[in-house]
């Protein structure tokens, strides 16, 4: 059963955050991706992928794991990114078990994305972790620094 409240806040976070629109305010994003995916109880890993304005090209699921993780593979991501000429990515993923901190593999797939968006010149712009109750940025928390 859908919650109504949290519908009407999506219809409402979905006119500040949509595709065509640059990202302008990150704290409607963080909510919206948190709203959608916190309360999942199998782990997505998934994008923002926009052009070269910061503008969203679109909002995509990469994978759909299970409870405590996803097998993501780069090379898809990447395939994406090229089909869609996009030059940015803010990458997330949910921790359903209500984690805040990014797990050792989460850091892991993030040093090697990171890496290979840079050889493409791909902006890897940040990495959310979304939790039932917040979106923590790793660029805010300073964790791949």
Sequence with gaps: M???????????????????EPVTNPDYLKDILRLRYGKLK?????????????????I???ERGIENRANVYIKKIVARLFKVNATGLIIFHNHPSDSQQFS???ITFHRKLK???????IRLLDHLLI??????????KGVFT
């Design 131 to 140: 939790t039932k109750t917040s979106t923590i940025s790793a660029v805010e």
């Design 115 to 121: 890496g290979c968006l840079d050889v493409l010149e």
């Design 104 to 106: 050792t593999q989460d």
């Design 42 to 58: 199998t782990e997505v890993v998934g994008g923002v992928i926009l052009d070269q304005s910061n503008k969203i090209i679109e």
């Design 2 to 20: 859908k919650d109504p409240i949290i519908e009407q806040a999506l219809k409402l976070l979905a006119t500040q955050v949509r595709e065509g």
């Design 60 to 62: 995509r699921i990469f």
